[in-house]
């Protein structure tokens, strides 16, 4: 018994080298977008987020086109695409009458159709998987250190601007009002989204990396309702995520990236029925109560 354990869940990590840069890679991954995940969510930003995963695209393909598959001007380009297509899509929706979501959405898929041109016009299918994808099992020391750097920086601006990212997912009408730090703070936000998805791009790609940052925190939000316990949460529903779904693609011989995914949303399913906040179970009992 003892030796299957060990051959199902420890042997994987243990045994290849691959699967320990892959494990390590997704947890520091999750230390830092969960938590971002949750303001997200809990600022109804969750669509605007996938919009930004899809907006790197153009700049990751421009570092494609003239680097070929080179994690730092791939990186470069990425954030410099998402950070442009972030205030693009602001300044539409401050100058004009049309609403952030609405503008998000036309940068959104026009960045992807461009993107998705400038792999294609140089690269092979399986380059343009690749970009989409990810290849978490094809981390290097390069992608880690990039990754453990953006998990340091976000967590650092977390750590310092806490009090107000939270005041302004409760009112930000009013922390514009009483601090000059709401338009700041909310750009520094945005910064550290795009941080987070490019780190992302390199291990599940631009269609994935939003799924991360975002299903952990929509599960949690059914456990809690505090912001500290959600993201740790979070967190740790990222991590559980990431060691299944990197489990089942080693023995099930499957896609480690949307495995990844897809264990996460088996948790957010989870969630969603047994939840202590405001899940179906929860108002199930609270139905039956008010009615006995």
Sequence with gaps: MMDFLYGLLIAPFADF?????????????SLGACPVGVFLMLRRM??????????????????FLLYGL????????GLIAGIIVALGAGAVSRFTI?????????FYLISLAVGV?????????????????????ALNNEALSLIGGIVVVT??????????????????????????????????????????????????????????????????????????PMCVLAVLIGFASCIAGLLLSYHASLPS???????????????????????????IVHHRHRTA
């Design 46 to 63: 969750s669509l605007s987020g996938d919009a930004m995963a899809h907006a790197i695209l153009p700049g990751a393909a421009a570092g």
């Design 17 to 29: 080298a691959f699967m320990q840069r892959a494990l390590f890679g997704s947890l520091m991954l």
């Design 155 to 228: 967590l650092a601006s977390l750590a310092i601007f806490w009090r107000a990212l939270v005041a302004e997912c409760l009112d930000p009408l009013f922390l514009r009002s009483v601090s000059r730090m709401g338009s700041p703070v909310h750009f520094i936000f945005l910064g550290l989204v795009v941080l987070n998805l490019v780190g992302g791009f390199q291990a599940l790609g631009t269609l994935l990396s939003v799924g991360l940052m975002m299903l952990p925190a929509a599960a949690a939000r059914f456990w809690t309702v505090r912001v500290e």
């Design 98 to 106: 049309q609403r952030e979501d609405a503008s998000m959405a036309a």
């Design 70 to 77: 080179e994690i730092l001007p791939m990186t470069i380009g």
């Design 257 to 283: 990236g949307p495995a990844i995914i897809l264990s996460a949303g088996v948790v957010y399913f989870v969630s969603i029925m047994f939840g202590s906040r405001g899940a179906l179970r929860a108002r």
């Design 117 to 137: 041109l400038m792999v294609s016009i140089r690269g092979s299918s399986v380059d343009l998987m690749h970009v989409l994808f990810g290849t978490v099992l």
